[in-house]
Each structure stands twice: as C-alpha cells, then as structure tokens.
C-alpha cells in the first residue's frame, strides 16, 4: 500500500524527484483548466514528462507531447496565457536545419505558434508555421507523445506495487489510440487526433511533411481526447475555443468587480479574479473552487472554504457551492482508514486508480482539524453576508452535525485535538501539515493528539457565528449553550496558549499538555477571528510585523529565531499569500489598518514579480534592494487561496462589511493600496439590489459614496 504524508508528499521528494529534469519550476509553467481536466506545459507547449501533463480524473492521459521542426528543438519567442486563461499560445521559431530535400533554412525563417485550450475532457491545439524566407520549404514537423496513465500520486512519488495493463498503440491513417486497463476494472483512453494523415505514424511519434511556400502558412490541428471524435478542423477548434471563452465569461461575471485608478493594479486583480474562475469548477451543488495545479486540482475542504471565504464580499454564489458541497459529503460513519466521524467535514477527494483501490485513504479523506469549524465559520459569515436564511435552514442539521463533532473532539481536554486514527493518514491535520511543522522550541516532536492554537480560533468563532444564527431561529438554549462554549474557548485559550515569556501565543499543545513555545504565523489567524484580548492582540500584531515574520514581501509562516526556521521550507519560514492575507485581516480588525495597506503593498510587488500570479507559497528570504522574491520550486500555479488573498487584503484596506440582514453597507476607517487614487466596486450585491460604491482619496483621507443612481437604495454607513 502506498504510504504519503505531509499533503500526500513531502514537499522534499517532490523537489527531489523533480531535479533530474531542470528549468521546470512553477512559475514557468503554464496551466490550462476546465472541469475535471487539466494541463501543464512548458512555455514551449511542450509537455515533458516531469510534474507536468495532461491529467483527467486524477490521472495523467498525456505523459509527453513535445513539437520538433526539422528533428530540432524549436527556439522560443515567448508565451502567454489569454487574460480569461483559456487560451495558451506559445511564439517558437526555427533554429538552423535543413529542408526535406536538403536546402539549408536559417534560424528565424520560420515562425512556429502554438494555441491551446481544453474543452469538454479534451484538448485541442492549432499549430500555425509562417515562412518569412525567400524560399519554397518543406519542413519535417514532428510530434512526440507518450501517456503513461499515472495516477496523481505516482506522479507526486509515490511507488506501487501493482500496475494495470498498458496496450499498445493503435494507429490508423489520422489518429493514435493509447489505453490503459487499470486495477481499478476502467479503461483509461487518449486519442490523438490530426487534421491531415501524417507522412509517418508510429506508437509515439506523428511526422508531417509540410510544404510552406514562401510569405504563406500552413496550419495542423491536433486533439486529445478519451475517444476518437471528428477529424480535427478550424471549425471544431473555433467551436471549442467560443464556448471555453463563453463559459469562462459566465463564471468571471458572478459577483462584483473591481475597478481602480490604477493600470498595473487592475491587471493583479484581472488575473486574480482570472484565476479564482479557472480554478472553480460546476459540480452538482455549486461553483467549487478547486485547490491549486497540478496537485491539488479537486476540491479541498479547507480550501474551497477560506477561498469562499476571501471571495464572500464579492461573490457570495461561491461560499453557498461551497457550503452545499461539503454538507453534501459530511462524514456519517467513523473510519481510522479515512480519520472519518460523524458531523466531520471532508478534507479532500480523489478520483484517480489509488483512491478508488484504497491504496492510499484521499478517495474521501476526513483527515483535517480545522475544515468542521471552518466551514461552520463560512455557513456564519455567508448568512451574515447574504440574510439567506432559507439557506442556512437547510444547513442546519449539518450545523449542528458538525457543532457536535466539534464539542466531541474537545471533550477530553477542552481542546479540538488531532492524531491520525491509521498510518496511511496525514501525521499533522493542519493547514501546516507538513510532517515538520508542529514542533517543541527544542526541536522535539510533541506528543499526539495535538491541539493547535487556530483550531481553537476557527471553533470560537464558529460557535459564537452558530449562537447568533439559532438565537433568529428562536432555539435560545442552543443559542446560550453555544455562547457559553465560545467564551468558555475564549478564556482557556488565554490561560493555556498565552506565554507570557514570549508576549505571544504557543503554536499547540500537545498530549502531554505541555505548550509548544514557538512564534509561528498561525496566532494571526486568532486576529482575524477576533479571539485574543485587545492588549495581548496588540502584542501579537507587533511581533508580526517585525523583522522576524515580515520579510518585506509577506509574513513568514514562523518567526526567523526558531529551531526550524528555513526561508525555503515547506512551512518553516516560507510565504503563503493567503496566510499573509488571513493575518492582515485580522491585524485590520484590531485596528492596524496602515500596516495591513503595507502588506497590501508588499504582496501586490511579490505579484508583479510573478507574472502577477501569486504561487501558492515562495521562499521567505528578507526583501533586498533589486531582488525579486525567491520562488519555491514545486509550489502549485495557479492556486485558489493564493489568487483569492488579493481580495481578502483589499477588503481589511477599505475596512468593508456588508449587512445582509439589514441591507446595510458598513465602511469603516477606509484606506486605499498605495498608489492608488480611487477605487470602484461594481455590481456589488447587497439583499436583492446591485450598487457601484466608490473610494476615492481626498487630501490625507478616503471617502466613500455610492454612484448618483443609488443613493437612498441602500445605506451606507461610513466610520472614520
């Protein structure tokens, strides 16, 4: 049985494993998604074998699919994804070769572009080659491709004993048919497709002798999907291309948008926005935003809430997919294989061969701590957002489902503790989960279970969101009993977390009951639940912002003094946007409004040096003048908490709440990013209207207004 820890591999080997392949980080790959589907590619368009590929269900369906022109690499322009991310286009062309019949072509003759984009479980490309010699050529334009049908995880690292059965190649005139039969009884296909019947076809190679004549072009279509479909043509790819850019605009409409003063600004926020919609797929219940590609690319528990969470004030439609979802797969039976109980929320599923097998516990895994109060929190905020009551009803017996499990799991100390219940289950079930993560200031492993100081948050508040909601629905004694169990969280996380040593909060406390004295980011997430006492907030707020955790591109996942501090660690030292973005929240709700606009501003630089892409985590090395930020090599791009971070700090900026019960809008103490002059939220929804507000800076203030139309609509209620 495959064996997985920390996220289902350590960050570690995956760096490792990807060595042996160079020039394959991340930031320079490019990703497409839709639906179930994705692909990852070099800027070449070349899909090399390492992390990258063509994946379906879990599975890697396009192993290799590399483009040669004349049996030589191409040369590259450069590449770019569309600003919707539906359409890559690499710019390519020719290094020296000779023609077919021997004439010799110069570098740059020959201009090779290649678009891509996936529809409907496949993908589609359109290989364009432009002549700009003075002669008559025939090129050799070769395509190489292989599919191996790894499972996810085989691509991570992980090792099997047992494989099914992989067939040999069918060709026939315009088309090459790879299967794979695997344990799992399904049959996993790809077929590769072309416009026009190659000159050679073999098992993995298709070569095409085209005659581009001088100033003209050629163009070879090519698909890949799970079945033979229609030859490939200019009117399927058209087709394909109009309905991907339809649905994409249709997922890019929900919920407000944000306009500002200015340019390079407004292009973060496009991408950002960009990638939340790539990333969120249309499930049975709802719009689910999918973690993160390649390896996260299914719905998380934890992630798709703090995501709907960064995105509530703009789009609530995606907290209530979310929500449904989750409620929908809310575990009903106890099983160590899957650290599953009842009223527990779901950590993360998987569709691939592994899971369905049980090799490994992620068909449905329940292995997180922090998913039940958070998506108790999320259920809160969203009728708090939105007054859809009607909604939370529906919830409720999953509410209180999950209070239960909550009150359960802390019976025996107090605290919502973790232990993995089977080996084959994550070690740490925290956002941290890395198997290094949680540790003594010493260095010593605590003892399980393990009670980390933001679980205790997330269910503080969760109990504290459900009181309100059940003293509307008139059940006054759960309404007392669960504000009785938020104070009652309150106060033992003060007695038992605070150290006055360090004037901060531990990051656990483990079996023994013994504190882990060390300063790590997650006590920011106790600011943005609102938990710690005003002096002790301020502190924490302190310690944060200082050299030790603000690095000058973000906040650091733990202070530079520990035992285990390492800028290119997993979580010892690194950067996660939505951290950085988690803390700024909660620095705003204690009033450190000005610190939060320099964080703003530091993770608005971080985006520009990526490509305005923030990946899900970088290296937390100090800021130097001239120095871009440090990518960490194997970290997921696009992520969904990583893109969605943009919108949670610019919501603490502009101190913004939305009253969904009175239908109020409620400004308080309002800043702008640095740098700009104005800022307008459109078609920004409050009960069943739509209203423009607008922030805009005047002198040394930010004022904030409605557009003529809607004034008297909706009040707007301005702190400052």
Same mark, same amino acid.
Request: proline letters at 4%; charged letters at 25%; hydrophobic letters at 40%.
């Given at each position: 049985m495959a064996q997985l820890d920390e996220r289902q591999l350590d960050p570690a080997v995956a760096l490792a494993s990807l060595d042996a392949t160079a020039h394959r980080e991340p930031h320079r790959l490019f990703a497409l998604k839709q639906g179930d589907c994705f692909a990852v590619s070099d800027a070449y368009g070349d899909i090399r074998g390492a992390g990258d590929g063509f994946f379906r269900d879990d599975t890697r369906v396009l192993s290799e699919f590399r483009l040669t022109v004349g049996d030589r690499q191409t040369s590259l322009l450069g590449a770019s994804l569309s600003q919707d991310n539906v359409l890559f286009t690499s710019n390519l062309t020719n290094l020296p070769m000779q023609s077919v019949r021997g004439r010799d072509i110069p570098q740059g003759a020959v201009h090779i572009e290649r678009v891509r984009l996936l529809w409907q479980d496949r993908l589609f490309e359109r290989v364009t080659l432009s002549n700009y010699s003075q002669e008559h050529s025939i090129i050799r334009v070769s395509l190489h491709f292989a599919a191996d049908f790894r499972d996810m995880f085989e691509v991570r690292g992980s090792t099997r004993l047992k494989r099914g059965m992989a067939h040999a190649a069918k060709t026939d005139a315009t088309c090459v048919l790879l299967r794979y039969d695997g344990l799992d009884g399904l049959a996993r296909m790809s077929a590769?497709? *072309?416009?026009?019947?190659?000159?050679?076809?073999?098992?993995?190679?298709?070569?095409? /002798?085209?005659?581009?004549?001088?100033?003209?072009?050629?163009? /070879?279509?090519?698909?890949?999907?799970?079945?033979?479909?229609?030859?490939?043509?200019?009117?399927?790819?058209?087709? &394909?291309?109009?309905?991907?850019? *339809?649905?994409?605009? !249709?997922?890019?409409?929900?919920?407000?948008?944000?306009?500002?003063?200015?340019?390079? *600004?407004?292009?973060?926020?496009?991408? &950002?926005?960009?990638?939340?919609?790539?990333?969120?797929?249309?499930?049975?219940?709802?719009?689910y935003p999918y973690a993160g590609i390649p390896w996260f690319s299914t719905a998380f528990g934890r992630d798709g809430v703090i995501s709907a969470l960064q995105m509530l004030w703009l789009n609530p439609g995606l907290a209530r997919g979310v929500l449904a979802f989750l409620a929908q797969h809310q575990a009903t039976e106890t099983s160590p294989f899957s650290d599953s109980q009842p009223g527990k929320i779901m950590h993360e599923t998987r569709k691939g061969e592994m899971a369905a097998l049980r090799e490994l516990p992620f068909g449905r895994y329940y292995g997180g701590v922090d998913t039940t109060p958070l998506y108790i929190h999320l259920a809160c905020a969203y009728a708090d957002?939105?007054?859809?009551?009607?909604?939370?009803?529906?919830?409720?017996?999953? /509410?209180?489902? &999950? !209070?239960?499990?909550?009150?359960?799991?802390?019976?025996?100390?107090?605290?919502?503790?973790?232990?993995? %219940?089977?080996?084959?289950?994550? %070690?740490?079930?925290?956002?941290?989960?890395?198997?290094?993560?949680?540790?003594?200031?010493?260095?010593?492993?605590?003892?399980?279970?393990? %009670?980390?100081?933001?679980?205790?948050?997330?269910?503080?508040? !969760? *109990?504290?969101?459900? %009181?309100? /909601?059940?003293?509307r629905r008139g059940e006054i004694d759960r309404a007392d009993h669960w504000e009785s169990s938020a104070e009652a969280m309150r106060a033992a996380v003060e007695r038992h977390f605070w150290l006055d040593d360090l004037g901060f909060y531990a990051l656990a406390i483990d079996g023994a009951g013994e504190p882990c004295k060390v300063r790590t980011s997650n006590v920011g997430h106790l600011l943005y639940v609102g938990l710690p006492a005003p002096a002790r907030a301020q502190m924490v707020a302190d310690q944060l912002l200082s050299a030790s955790f603000h690095s000058g591109w973000g906040l650091r996942t733990l202070a530079d003094d520990a035992v285990f501090f390492n800028p290119m660690s997993y979580h010892n030292g690194s950067i996660w946007p939505h951290d950085t973005a988690m803390c700024g929240a909660g620095l705003a709700r204690f009033g450190e409004r000005e610190s939060v606009i320099r964080l703003m501003s530091s993770t608005f630089e971080s985006a520009v040096h990526f490509n305005m892409r923030l990946p899900e985590l970088f290296c937390g090395f100090t800021r130097a003048p001239g120095e871009a930020p440090i990518a960490y090599p194997v970290a997921c791009l696009p992520q969904a908490w990583s893109a969605g971070s943009a919108f949670m700090l610019m919501q603490a900026c502009l101190g913004l709440e939305i009253d969904g019960w009175d239908g109020e809008i409620h400004v308080t103490r309002p800043r702008l990013p640095i740098g700009i002059d104005t800022l307008t939220l459109r078609h920004l929804g409050v009960g069943t209207r739509k209203v423009d507000l607008t922030f805009q800076r005047v002198g040394d203030r930010v004022v904030a207004f409605l557009a003529d139309r809607h004034e008297g609509l909706v009040p707007l209620v301005v702190r400052t």
């Open positions: 590769i497709s *072309f416009s026009q019947a190659p000159d050679q076809l073999t098992g993995d190679r298709a070569d095409f /002798l085209i005659a581009v004549t001088r100033r003209s072009s050629k163009v /070879l279509y090519v698909e890949v999907g799970p079945e033979v479909a229609e030859t490939p043509n200019r009117d399927r790819f058209r087709a &394909a291309a109009a309905r991907a850019r *339809f649905g994409m605009r !249709a997922k890019r409409r929900h919920g407000a948008t944000v306009h500002s003063s200015g340019r390079v *600004f407004n292009d973060w926020v496009e991408r &950002a926005r960009a990638d939340v919609a790539l990333l969120t797929t249309e499930l049975t219940t709802g719009p957002r939105t007054g859809d009551m009607a909604f939370v009803d529906s919830l409720w017996p999953s /509410l209180c489902a &999950a !209070a239960e499990w909550i009150e359960e799991a802390s019976r025996p100390t107090g605290f919502v503790t973790y232990q993995r %219940a089977a080996e084959s289950g994550l %070690a740490n079930q925290g956002w941290k989960d890395s198997s290094d993560s949680v540790f003594h200031a010493d260095g010593r492993a605590p003892k399980g279970p393990i %009670a980390l100081v933001e679980v205790q948050g997330y269910a503080f508040a !969760a *109990f504290q969101g459900l %009181a309100a /909601l059940a003293r």
